[in-house]
């Protein structure tokens, strides 16, 4: 394959996409790089999709989350085409689109990303239920604000919980949350879940209520309000869904790649047919020599997998692999962050595990923290997981995301018993920082 004449095509513009299209682009100077994006204008454009809240607060502005700037594409020269994806064809090495255009390819990405889960009950499809996902989300319920009195969330992980630290700003309006669970178990273990908990419910305007939405209730139409399992009704102006999202291999059903939860790839990124390859949320990599194969959804780990995937792309043979590292997954809820990263959900059945937690709930620097060390051997000890809850205004989110991923996996250099202490400045970074 000449990469200098080669067709690659990413499908996806996410940051998975984005970044490996723009390092094909520097590294095969000459060959046709083409972006294909779901979303139209410049919701094309690669933005930053956690962000997408700030938008419902004043003085924010849509042009914050363009990270790489609105002419990314037009500036390494990449073809950007809008369009539902519907079919990816090994066999003729091309994808087809929802209106029957095509595009062939030398060499694929799928970068599909993930799929927000729709509401699923009688009245769902009334006019003021959405999800909040994209920025044609973000625009509709910012659009509609100024115009609501009642909204209703539905689920309470960490899109809703961004979503109810927002509303807390708009006092006016009144916002109830229904979640299966109080508090909700998807956030973290059970002592943070309940932590953020109480910090939520003080919020005046915002009420939560344990149930599921049974029917969407409308009057001409539009959404009047929710009624619950056990027949209570919540009125509402607008229904939010935020109940989890999966991987979009929607477009890849009919195709001979292989399916699981995502798309199946190997540690080279590549999928069973050699010229196509898939990272970020879609992709479902298989480690060397485990029988497992674990979805990496995260921002940081499709930015390390867009790079990656660009330079497995280039060879006719895929050569080395991705080798993933722990990241930092970071929450803000309401006044306080919360850490989680590695192996923290664990019992301590085995003698080399030792979890260690301290709670301060009057001390904001240390409201919580759990340890989770293995080894001991020789009083040697390995960081293997850990979550940490503190306020912003009194510790450095950066600091502590920067020595917690140099630190995962790696002896400590430091006395366990320090790192649950509150004056543990955090500024003892290992050198792989």
């Given at each position: 394959m000449n990469a200098e004449t080669a067709t690659y095509v990413v499908v996806g513009t996410g940051p998975a996409g984005t970044l490996c299209a723009c390092k094909l682009r520097a590294l095969a100077p000459r060959a046709r790089v083409v972006a294909v994006s779901r979303e139209c204008g410049d919701a094309a454009l690669p933005y930053v999709r956690k962000h997408l809240t700030h938008l419902l607060l004043p003085g924010h502005s849509e042009e914050e989350l363009f990270y790489l700037g609105k002419d990314v594409f037009r500036k390494n020269n990449i073809e950007v085409v809008e369009g539902e994806v519907t079919g990816v064809h090994p066999e003729e090495n091309c994808i087809s689109f929802c209106d029957g255009r095509s595009?062939?390819?030398?060499?694929?990405?799928?970068?599909?990303?993930?799929?927000?889960?729709?509401?699923?009950?009688?009245?769902?499809?009334?006019?003021?239920?959405?999800?909040?996902?994209?920025?044609?989300?973000?625009?509709?319920?910012?659009?509609?604000?100024?115009?609501?009195?009642?909204?209703?969330?539905?689920?309470?992980?960490?899109?809703?919980?961004?979503?109810?630290?927002?509303?807390?700003?708009?006092?006016?309006?009144?916002?109830?949350?229904?979640?299966?669970?109080?508090?909700?178990?998807?956030?973290?273990?059970?002592?943070?879940?309940?932590?953020?908990?109480?910090?939520?419910?003080?919020?005046?305007?915002?009420?939560?209520?344990?149930?599921?939405?049974?029917?969407?209730?409308?009057?001409?139409?539009?959404?009047?309000?929710?009624?619950?399992?056990?027949?209570?009704?919540?009125?509402c102006d607008v229904v939010v869904a935020t109940i989890g999202v999966a991987p979009s291999i929607g477009c890849l059903q009919r195709s001979s790649l292989l399916l699981d939860r995502g798309l199946i790839v190997s540690e080279t990124l590549q999928t069973s047919v050699h010229n196509i390859f898939a990272a970020g949320d879609v992709a479902q990599v298989t480690r060397p020599g485990s029988e497992r194969s674990t979805l990496y959804q995260a921002w940081a780990h499709a930015k390390m997998q867009g790079k990656a995937a660009a330079n497995l792309m280039l060879t006719a043979c895929a050569k080395g692999n991705y080798e993933p590292c722990e990241v930092c997954h970071s929450l803000k809820a309401k006044d306080v962050t919360v850490l989680t990263i590695g192996e923290h959900d664990v019992c301590p059945l085995a003698q080399d595990i030792s979890v260690r937690i301290v709670s301060s709930p009057d001390d904001p620097r240390c409201l919580y923290r759990k340890i989770v060390l293995c080894g001991g051997g020789g009083g040697c000890w390995m960081l293997a997981g850990a979550v940490f809850v503190f306020s912003p205004q009194v510790l450095s989110r950066h600091l502590v995301m920067a020595w917690l991923e140099a630190s995962v996996g790696h002896p400590l250099a430091n006395d366990p018993a320090l790192l649950c202490s509150p004056d543990f400045a955090f500024v003892a970074v290992p050198h792989r920082v």
């Open positions: 595009i062939s390819y030398t060499s694929l990405l799928i970068a599909t990303g993930s799929t927000p889960q729709p509401l699923r009950c009688p009245g769902s499809d009334a006019e003021g239920v959405q999800s909040f996902f994209s920025l044609a989300d973000a625009r509709k319920l910012r659009d509609a604000l100024p115009h609501v009195r009642r909204l209703v969330i539905v689920g309470a992980g960490r899109i809703a919980l961004k979503l109810i630290t927002r509303m807390s700003c708009y006092p006016d309006k009144s916002v109830t949350v229904v979640t299966r669970t109080i508090p909700p178990r998807s956030l973290c273990d059970e002592e943070v879940s309940s932590l953020l908990m109480r910090r939520l419910q003080a919020i005046p305007n915002v009420t939560f209520v344990q149930g599921e939405v049974a029917e969407v209730v409308s009057d001409g139409g539009h959404v009047t309000g929710v009624r619950l399992e056990g027949g209570d009704v919540v009125p």
